[in-house]
């Protein structure tokens, strides 16, 4: 069966300093993957997907970027983190050609920048 | 472009029927989808459904889809504690990478 991890679970990290969360999938070959940021204010915001090594897409422009070094691992960073970069971060999976695209997501990362 | 709307909140008594409710703009979604979010936790798939459907149940999920409206609702029948979630209504866009795009979600509460 597949399952997706990111870590860390939590982070809280002064303004300015580097950021990068990860994210993995098991038991699945060639995902579509992607990062969430969810807000306070509840609504998910995609920021980046991918549907193969090396390919990124991103939605909004941002002080984020994203990395797909492996087939089943997804990268967010920062160089510098901004106040406004707090909020809960959500990676899922799709399965490339999945008749249905059901995403798959992870337990999330609770981002905190101070 | 694609939107999706639900209501914000949404309480019910315990043992209760639920039913939050859901509208889209694109009318050629193919699939629409609960999930489930518990606080601190990331979203859980409940059930989708195939636009040339009217309905789905699965045990205690009730879905309907109207696709003329563009309304699909879900309704939760004897609603209990562990439901209070957080609900999200998606559907699948038409993107290369076939995106989902999310409703804003609806906080159930669940009252004893």
């Known amino acids: 069966s597949q399952t997706i991890h990111q870590w860390p679970a939590t982070l809280v990290q002064p303004v300015g300093s580097p950021l990068s969360l990860e994210c993995t999938v098991e038991?699945?070959?060639?995902?579509?993957l992607y990062w969430y940021r969810q807000a306070a204010g509840r609504g998910l915001q995609l920021l980046f997907y991918s549907v193969g090594i090396g390919q990124i897409s991103s939605e909004v422009p941002q002080n984020l970027s994203a990395s797909r070094p492996q087939d089943r691992q997804f990268i967010l960073s920062s160089k510098k983190l901004l106040l406004s970069d707090s909020g809960f971060y959500l990676c899922?999976?799709?399965?490339?050609?999945?008749?249905?695209?059901?995403?798959?997501f992870g337990p999330g990362t609770r981002l905190t920048v101070l | 472009g694609e939107d999706v709307e639900q209501s914000l909140f949404l309480s019910v008594r315990e043992g209760d029927s639920s039913v939050i409710n859901c509208t889209y703009t694109d009318s050629s979604s193919t699939y629409l989808y609960w999930y489930k979010q518990e606080p601190g936790a990331g979203l859980q798939l409940l059930t989708y459904?195939?636009?040339?459907?009217d309905m789905k149940q699965d045990q205690r999920l009730t879905v309907l889809l109207n696709k003329k409206d563009k309304h699909l609702s879900l309704r939760i029948a004897d609603t209990q504690t562990g439901d209070s979630a957080i609900y999200f209504c998606?559907?699948?866009?038409?993107?290369?990478?076939?995106?989902?795009?999310f409703g804003s979600g609806t906080q159930l509460t669940v009252l004893p």
């Open positions: 998606a559907e699948r866009g038409s993107g290369s990478a076939r995106q989902l795009t």
């Open positions: 038991g699945t070959s060639n995902p579509n």
């Open positions: 459904i195939f636009s040339n459907m």
């Open positions: 899922a999976w799709s399965l490339l050609g999945g008749s249905t695209d059901t995403q798959y």
